[in-house]
């Protein structure tokens, strides 16, 4: 809604059809001037070479000026590493790591060319602590801080902000 009423148009991804468009609809009704709403429906927990096509598809030919990568997903409930399932282990990087630096690899090209942008890559207050039995979890979210210093480091002197927000439960 920030964004839109900033005049941004805003590309929407997320696995649930409906509540895409109950958010479409919701920044629709507010009639901000020459503000589109697209989505794309995309269950990141599945974010196989399929998946990343229709997602790239989907983006090709908009101009990307801001990228917020706020996806991700924690445990049920704590529990020691090997207690999760394979399926929990391979949908939590999925989720946590890998959406983020393929969103990035999509639209990093087209900022690097326009010499602006920004990434907003959001973590979790779970990366600052040694956390046992959310182990995984706390891992995934100081990969995405540590990823998003290391691109902040490598692209600010060319126009783009890569930025890390850690919020808190």
Not at 68 to 77: E, L
Not at 135 to 146: D, G, H, L, R, V
Request: aromatic content about 10%.
């Amino acid at each position: 809604m920030a964004l839109a009423k900033k005049g941004m148009s805003i590309v929407l991804i997320s696995r649930t059809e409906a509540k895409l468009i109950a958010v479409k609809e919701e920044i629709d009704t507010k009639n901000y001037a020459d503000v589109d709403v697209k989505y794309i429906v995309c269950d990141y927990s599945k974010f196989d070479d399929k998946a990343k096509a229709a997602v790239k598809a989907g983006l090709d030919g908009l101009d990307i000026g801001v990228l917020i990568n706020n996806v991700g997903v924690s445990y049920r409930y704590p529990r020691f590493f090997h207690e999760i399932t394979d399926e929990e282990v391979i949908n939590l990087t999925e989720m946590n790591v890998n959406s983020t630096v393929w969103m990035t690899r999509f639209v990093l090209p087209q900022m690097l060319e326009k010499k602006k942008g920004a990434i907003v890559n959001i973590s979790s207050g779970s990366a600052m602590y040694t956390l046992p039995l959310l182990a995984q979890y706390s891992a995934a979210k100081s990969f995405i801080e540590k990823f998003t210093l290391a691109l902040h480091a490598e692209y600010s002197s060319k126009g783009v902000s890569v930025q890390c927000p850690v919020p808190f439960y």
